[in-house]
């Protein structure tokens, strides 16, 4: 919430804003004071390709790893659901290594390490 009002105030103070795509004008309608800049994203679009792989009984939890996410109710929801064979793929960065320690022992007491995979920040 703290970074949301610094962006707020800070935008509506700005005197120029590059806007990177005609979304971000729109996002901030009403609170731009100064001048647009409309300048294309210089990331080149391919980055941006992703390449599909479904997999049928795969599940992707995209965020940090950190406490208050709600991981541990996640791993209690897995091992509720064990005949159904899902696999669970968490794809984020893990600032606090004891924190990532504590679940994969909720991993292991719950007997998912077979079907939880840390696939780190993507």
């Known amino acids: 919430l703290s970074a949301r009002l610094t ?43 992703v390449v599909r792989s479904p997999e049928s009984g795969r599940l992707l939890y995209a965020g940090r790893i950190s406490n208050g996410k709600g991981l541990p109710e996640l791993f209690q929801a897995m091992s509720r659901i064990r005949a159904s064979g899902l696999q669970l793929v968490l794809a984020g960065a893990n600032r606090d290594p004891a924190y990532g320690e504590l679940l994969r022992s909720l991993i292991a007491d ?3 390490g077979n079907r939880v995979r840390f696939a780190g920040l993507l």
């Not at 962006?7 to 700005?14: D, G, L, P, Y």
């Not at 005197?15 to 100064?34: D, F, M, N, Q, W």
């Open 7 to 49: 962006e707020r105030s800070t935008i509506r103070r700005a005197e120029h804003l590059i806007a990177i795509s005609p979304y971000v004008a729109r996002y901030y309608r009403g609170e731009i004071s100064g001048r647009v800049h409309h300048i294309p994203n210089a990331v080149a679009r391919k980055f941006f390709d």
């Open 110 to 112: 719950l007997d998912l």
